[in-house]
């Protein structure tokens, strides 16, 4: 049991620090400009297949950071080409383009690496455990996931509360009109958190393809999840999206190793009764309804507290 | 195929009604060839185009020639009927569909109501892979025919197998939640419990289909409960990466499995090193020694390039032409009464019947293991260097179940 | 977007001559649901006939969010799907019990069971518009397509529900086995809640919607709750949303868990701003175009979704009004006479656009031949003209249609828009445009 729950919480922390990884750029790019981007996910997956094709041709380490850079990059273009010119038809279309590129993305990503998984491995100088947590083993991979993810955590919070940039962008969370009423060049800016937002999502990717599954229905999987990680955590709140990246990913990663049902808890139903909605219910095991919990969240906060976790504003 | 022009040409006879002259076969293969399900898709269309070219190079059935029509269904049941639709219109007669049981059960009750409906103008279904129990059961029809062994059957096979195993102890299921993962749970759990009560069940699982990236926290479980021996029905991305992430965590235990040899299965299985610890329970595969079926490997994979993971796709067809030439009739109600309780020499060896009762096809199954090659196993898979080696064979008469089917017949 | 929506009526403020066209329109609109299949009477005709008017209603009752009110929801498809599921159940029960209830009347369970859905969980949904509920609407989709997997005995699971729509008792000795019967069942209904659609856009509610997705500050300011009115707007979107379902229900004899999943709820809104949210007509071409386009499609190219991707980005980034407001653009010219001097510059346009069109269609089928590159299936037919995937002429073909095209094309689409600006300021100048 004890072996369950120190695996079960790496595994909840890693995924959490993951989630972390993409709410965080989709939360500063939503803050800034009111755009919810819909294809932020489909960034995630750019990055992993970018990283997969450049590890074939030039080997993992160097498309670590070329990767990202790639992606970062095609948000840019996206920001630029796309985004400013529907800008005037307000944040509705806005929204709409990020969906159809979602789209767009994924039949682009299946039409050229095909709709199966491809064979994005573990680069062998980290293939290896770890550590041994009883009898298993912990891959030594995700323990390189883990220290990626933390770094770019804390060098976002050093970047935020130190630079220049990073001032602006704060004072764009909590006050967008006044950025701009104060000089900024507002579209390069915009610009810039684009491609460093999207650029965060690709490294996600990339970090995350060898260790999960690298193919064309993995942004389609994530996605979702990412909303109800910012909205869980109150729009706009970077700390909010922290700690709802953490609280997701050990809440999805436990309910898994649960085996609890009302049945087991209550004993079983009488029999007699047939097949009914109660007799689904009650049978049900938390392992089961894992993938439903993100969203019942969801809805539970959204009737207690609309505005999220740590969100202050109301939009 | 773009074919700009043909948009209209082929969309309009859908809106015209043409009538097509019926000097061909024409069947309608209905499955996904867009979307996730695609790579599958495509690759049983090649099985049954390379099977129709076979076939008319021998002069077709009954001098008509036969013409596979691919319908893309996206693996969606409301699509498939639309598509079955297109086929009847195209002047089709048969239609065969394998892949999900969501869409078989539709497809089924589709053309039971077409039939009953528009007498004269039937339509036989041709089921080469959905394995849903209850379609040969409570659900039976005198239109669908089925090829491939159910679920129930192959676990009568795989239990059949198990009992004379006595190095298995601690069993654990772990299945896809939806209604074929269920039943081979529930399966698993009723005849292990008949066969060897003496086998621990340490663990049951089911997880949600096709949506889980990472397994660890399953193989954990797994882990936990100290099994020897995992059963699992799962196929696709679901058995390539549990078994990925068993590798992962170090875990050894034997793997009893129904499609660990789907696209991708072999390669998570070298990747992960399970040499011959991945056992997969089929009613053909390539090595499986028998001369005229590695013949035919050979031959399907020069031409196709892919290695043939429907046998049954092969019994089925030809199968049609020896009941087609029975009946001396290519009309479906004439053929469907040909084949009812038709003995059929199977491709890899054996004699299979397709039973009246349910219209159930029996037929020898394979149990066989994935790792290093002697050279009695020629043929390897996804150019891992691994192949599949027999394990043991069980032989027809021990795979027969009984039926609940109350067949209404025409 | 607000400035091209019509939102007092040309019909309401005038005289009789508009209102006799108006009706004469419906007329039409009516013989034609009839006439159709007397036309196409091929059984596939009569399925695609009956899909386009099933998405007809479900695109119309989308609008009802999207295009009155402003909502923009990524989850419509579960008031579709719940309503596909009372359906089916009650077939089922009237088929056992032998209740008096024919067949024409189970839409409207369908619509009901759409309707209580959205009673319960839109007082919650709409307490905030814009992007908030766009992502509670796409999570509480989400949660009812994954619980509708748990929930075996009313869903079914992924085989789902079946049923026999002539087990039911007959009417008019119509049994509604032959699809031709079940054609005229659903032309019917689609008459009947497009007319109620567009009937609910005339009233009192729906000018409060409008003004509620223009400027809900100021409709609080007249004394009218924003969350109330959107609360309504839902509730009716939900009930002709199942009303489309329970008529799915029907066409198909099955309900499952794919009728409230994603797929369906994307399909709704490329549909409907395809179409066109401005107009009332919008969605019908939409759902039409888009219908057809799935069916039709996917015989010819195996990637039909990066098509529809595509034509959906470039309606929201060059026609945000989508066809209709493509069409309705010129009503002004037209009758300012003007419209013969925008013509030939779109004539002009066309061939360069069109060589950057079949460019890109040429560019997209190469690297998917290519990539899937097995077999002889490397044959690219393009308006007649073969093209292999592996030549590399066709893709220096392909190359210079899309430069060609787009630096040819950029040229004549400023033409375009200066013959706009004459045509527009005389159109101007004589009062038809404002």
């Known amino acids: 049991m004890l072996e369950l729950i120190v695996i079960s919480t790496l595994n909840g922390v890693l995924f959490g620090m993951l989630l972390f990884l993409l709410s965080s750029g989709l939360t500063v790019i939503f803050s800034m400009m009111g755009v919810l981007n819909f294809a932020h996910a489909s960034f995630y997956m750019l990055g992993a297949f970018f990283g997969y094709q450049l590890t074939k041709w030039i080997g993992f380490w160097p ?73 298993t083993n912990y891959p030594a991979y995700k323990i390189f996931m883990l220290t990626v993810s933390v770094a770019i955590f804390v060098a976002l ?59 064309s229905d993995m942004a389609a999987l994530l996605g979702p999840i990412l909303f109800v990680v910012i909205v869980f955590g109150g729009l706009g709140s970077l700390p909010g999206a922290f700690i709802a990246s953490l609280f997701i990913g050990l809440v999805q990663t436990f309910a898994v190793a649960l085996n609890g049902s009302l049945a087991s808890a209550f004993g079983p139903l009488d029999s007699s009764v047939g097949p009914s909605v109660l007799s689904d219910i009650w049978n049900v095991t938390i392992a089961q309804i894992a993938p439903v919990l993100p969203y019942v969240l969801l809805v539970l906060i959204l009737i207690v507290r609309p505005m999220g976790l740590l969100g202050t504003r109301e939009t | 195929m773009l074919k700009i022009t043909r948009v209209i040409a082929v969309t309009l006879p859908m809106l015209s009604g043409a009538a097509y002259a019926q000097d061909t076969v024409k069947i309608g293969y209905i499955d996904p060839l867009s979307g996730g399900g695609a790579s599958v898709g495509e690759g049983g269309l090649k099985t049954f185009q390379y099977l129709a070219d076979e076939l008319n190079a021998k002069g077709g059935i009954l001098g008509h020639k036969v013409e596979i029509l691919p319908l893309d269904n996206k693996t969606n049941p409301q699509e498939s009927l639309v598509q079955a639709q297109k086929a009847i219109d195209a002047g089709a007669h ?40 209850s379609m040969t059961n409570e659900k039976c029809s005198f239109w669908h025919f089925r090829w491939d062994a159910n679920s129930d059957i ?215 293991s994935f790792g290093s090659r002697s050279e009695k196993e020629p043929f390897d898979e996804e150019n891992t260097g691994w192949g599949w080696r027999l394990v043991s064979k069980v032989d027809t008469p021990q795979t027969v179940l009984p039926t609940t089917c109350k067949m209404t017949r025409p | 977007m607000t400035s091209t929506m019509t939102s007092a009526p040309d019909i309401a403020a005038t005289p009789s001559g508009q209102a006799l066209r108006f009706y004469g329109l419906w007329a039409i609109a009516a013989i034609a649901l009839v006439v159709l299949p007397l036309v196409f009477s091929s059984g596939g005709s009569l399925t695609s006939f009956s899909l386009i008017g099933i998405a007809i209603i479900f695109a119309l009752s989308y609008n009802i969010l999207l295009g009155e009110t402003g909502l923009l929801s990524f989850g419509h498809a579960v008031h579709y799907g719940l309503g596909g599921f009372a359906a089916v159940h009650l077939m089922n029960a009237v088929a056992a019990r032998g209740w008096p209830i024919p067949l024409p009347l189970i839409p409207l369970v369908g619509g009901i069971g759409g309707l209580a859905f959205a009673l319960l969980i839109g007082w919650v949904m709409t307490r905030r518009a814009g992007t908030v509920f766009a992502m509670i609407s796409l999570g509480i989709g989400e949660l009812v397509a994954s619980s509708s997997l748990i929930l075996r005995s009313v869903f079914g699971g992924e085989s789902g529900i079946t049923t026999d729509r002539t087990a039911l008792p007959h009417i008019f000795g119509w049994s509604f086995g032959p699809q031709i019967q079940v054609y005229y069942l659903i032309a019917f209904w689609v008459f009947v809640a497009a007319m109620a659609m567009y009937a609910l856009t005339r009233t009192p509610l729906g000018r409060i919607c409008n003004a509620v997705r223009d400027n809900p500050g100021r409709v609080e300011f007249i004394g009218y709750d924003p969350h109330v009115v959107r609360y309504l707007a839902y509730c009716f979107a939900g009930f002709f949303a199942g009303i489309a379902g329970g008529l799915a229900a029907v066409n198909f004899e099955i309900a499952n868990s794919a009728y409230l999943g994603a797929v369906q709820s994307g399909l709704v809104l490329f549909a409907t701003f395809i179409g066109g949210t401005a107009y009332f007509f ?83 089928e190469t690297v998917a031949r290519y990539t899937a590159s097995e077999g002889d299936g490397n044959i690219i037919n393009l308006l007649g003209i073969p093209f292999n995937a592996t030549a590399p002429a066709t893709w220096v073909t392909a190359a210079i249609l899309i430069v060609g095209g787009f630096i040819v094309g950029r040229i004549t689409w400023r033409r375009i828009a200066d013959a706009w600006d004459r045509a527009g300021s005389i159109a101007r100048d004589r009062g038809y445009l404002a």
């Not at chain 1, 985004?83 to 944040?91: E, I, M, P, S, V």
């Not at chain 1, 810039?192 to 599954?213: C, E, K, R």
């Not at chain 2, 949506?211 to 029905?233: L, M």
């Not at chain 3, 039409?288 to 990066?306: D, F, H």
Request: aromatic share 10%; with cysteine.
């Open chain 1, 63 to 135: 498309a670590l950071v070329l990767a990202p850079l790639l992606v970062g990059a095609v948000g840019m273009a996206v920001e630029r080409y796309g985004l400013r010119n529907t800008h005037k038809h307000g944040h509705v279309a806005e929204l709409l383009l990020t969906f159809g590129l979602a789209f767009a993305i994924e039949e682009i990503v299946s039409m050229i690496w095909g709709k199966s998984p491809v064979d994005y491995r573990v680069p062998t100088a980290l293939d290896f455990p770890a550590f041994t947590v009883f009898s």
């Open chain 1, 157 to 215: 919070l050093i970047a935020l509360k130190r630079t220049r940039i990073g001032l602006i962008v704060q004072a764009a969370l909590t006050h967008p009109n006044m950025v701009g009423h104060l000089g900024h060049n507002v579209g390069r800016v915009f610009m810039l958190v684009f491609g460093v937002g999207s650029a965060l999502a690709g490294l996600a990717g990339v970090i995350a393809g060898p260790a999960l599954v690298t193919q």
């Open chain 2, 94 to 133: 048969y239609i065969t569909q394998g892949n999900g049981s969501s869409v078989g059960a539709a497809l089924e009750d589709f053309v039971t109501k077409n039939n009953t409906r528009n007498p004269g103008k039937e339509v036989l279904y041709f089921n080469y892979a959905a394995v849903e129990p």
């Open chain 2, 154 to 368: 192959k676990m009568e096979a795989l239990t059949n197998y198990m009992k004379g195993n006595s190095s298995i102890k601690k069993v654990y299921l772990i299945n896809q939640d939806y209604s074929f993962g269920q039943s081979v749970r529930t399966q698993a759990r009723k005849m292990l419990g008949e066969k060897r009560p003496d086998v621990q069940i340490v663990g049951d699982e089911l997880h949600p289909l096709l949506k889980i990236t990472d397994f660890s926290p399953y193989i954990a479980k797994i882990k936990a409960s100290g099994a020897d021996s995992v059963v699992t029905g799962n196929w696709g991305q679901d058995i390539a990466l549990l078994l990925k992430a068993a590798a992962d965590a170090g875990l050894k235990v034997n793997w009893y499995t129904y499609y660990a040899g789907g696209a991708g299965g072999p390669t998570a299985i070298k990747q992960a090193n399970l040499d011959h610890q991945v056992f997969q329970i089929t009613e053909g595969f390539a090595n499986s020694g028998d001369e005229a079926a590695m013949e035919f490997e050979k031959a399907f994979r020069a031409k196709v390039g892919l290695s043939l993971w429907y046998p049954r796709a092969v019994n089925e067809m030809r199968m049609f032409k020896a009941a087609a030439e029975k009946a001396n009739s290519i009309d479906p109600v004439k053929v469907a009464a040909a084949l009812e309780d038709m003995k059929f020499d199977v491709l890899d060896g054996g004699s299979g019947i397709m039973r009246k009762d349910d219209h159930q096809f029996f037929q020898p199954i394979y149990i066989s």
């Open chain 3, 282 to 364: 919008g969605p019908i071409l939409g759902a039409i175009l888009v219908t057809y386009l799935q069916l039709g499609l996917t015989n010819v190219t195996s990637v039909w979704q990066l098509y529809f991707g595509i034509i959906f980005i470039a309606i929201v980034m060059f026609a945000p009004g989508g066809i209709a407001g493509l069409l309705m653009m010129h009503r002004p010219l037209i009758r300012a006479g003007t419209l013969t001097m925008v013509i030939p510059s779109y004539l002009v346009a066309a061939l360069p656009t069109l060589a950057l069109a079949c460019g890109v269609i040429l560019s997209i």
